[in-house]
Nanobody, 119 residues
Framework: VQLQESGPGLVKPSQTLSLTCTIS??????????WSWIRQPPGKGLEWMGA???????YYSPSLRSRTSISRDTSNNQFTLQLSSVTPEDTAVYYC????????????WGQGTLVTVSS
């Protein structure tokens, strides 16, 4: 399976960050697969943001739940991240990834895309 993130590299403060992950070589509806968004701010560790499961159920990090929405487009085999009310602290490399089981480590990753929040 291959995953590819796409979206703007620059977002203004208070706006909504929107990224799409396109999946190839696998189906977003395959049983027991969860499709995640993970980010890494400069100089910091990885942060799991949330996931959408094979049935369409969504799961979010408690610290980001109020600002995060993950959805999917099964016809195009894509899933999307929206993060609202961004600040410069949301500047990070954003990755999409696949987990086999919600509590397991990711076994497939996109290459990552840098999103900078700045006016």
């Amino acid at each position: 399976v291959q995953l590819q993130e796409s979206g703007p590299g620059l977002v203004k403060p208070s706006q909504t960050l929107s990224l799409t992950c396109t999946i190839s070589g696998g189906s977003i509806t395959t049983d027991y697969y969860y499709w995640s968004w993970i980010r890494q701010p400069p100089g910091k560790g990885l942060e799991w943001m949330g996931a959408i499961g094979y049935s369409g159920s969504t799961y979010y990090s408690p610290s980001l739940r109020s600002r995060t929405s993950i959805s999917r487009d099964t016809s195009n085999n894509q899933f999307t991240l929206q993060l609202s009310s961004v600040t410069p602290e949301d500047t990070a490399v954003y990755y999409c990834a696949r987990q086999v089981g919600l509590f397991n480590a990711s076994d497939a990753w996109g290459q990552g895309t840098l999103v900078t929040v700045s006016s």
